[in-house]
């Protein structure tokens, strides 16, 4: 069974910064990709970034290159999300994927205010 906990979602003002966390049970890192997903209000869930366990390449949304960076460490079963100079259109709950569409965490809510 695929265990997915997230963490380091909140509150932020324009142009902070925020990580967000995802621990991982069940899943090999070393064989699949694993990435974040984020869905704001009124609108479809959207990949944000991936990152391949096998090469650790990585692939970013358009309207996130720049600002985020995915990063993994396969010992310890975590993926990160550094999100940097964050904009009200940000504002989403974030949803951790083992498999970049496979699996899916219970999400968290990021808010970013004018």
């Known amino acids: 069974e695929v265990r997915v906990v997230e963490s380091g979602g909140g509150l932020v003002q324009a142009g902070g910064s925020l990580r967000l966390s995802c621990v991982v049970s069940?899943?090999?890192?070393?064989?699949?990709?694993i990435g974040w997903f984020r869905q704001a209000p009124g609108k479809e869930r959207e990949g944000v970034s991936c990152?391949?366990?096998?090469?650790?390449?990585?692939t970013y949304v358009d309207s996130v290159k720049g600002r985020f960076t995915i990063s993994s460490d396969n010992a310890k079963s975590t993926v990160y999300l550094q999100m940097n100079r964050l904009k009200p259109e940000d504002t989403a709950v974030y949803y951790c994927?083992?498999?970049?569409?496979?699996?899916w965490g219970q999400g968290i809510q990021v808010t970013v205010s004018p």
């Open positions: 994927s083992p498999g970049c569409g496979a699996y």
């Open positions: 069940g899943f090999t890192f070393d064989d699949f990709a």
């Open positions: 990152i391949s366990g096998v090469d650790g390449s990585s």
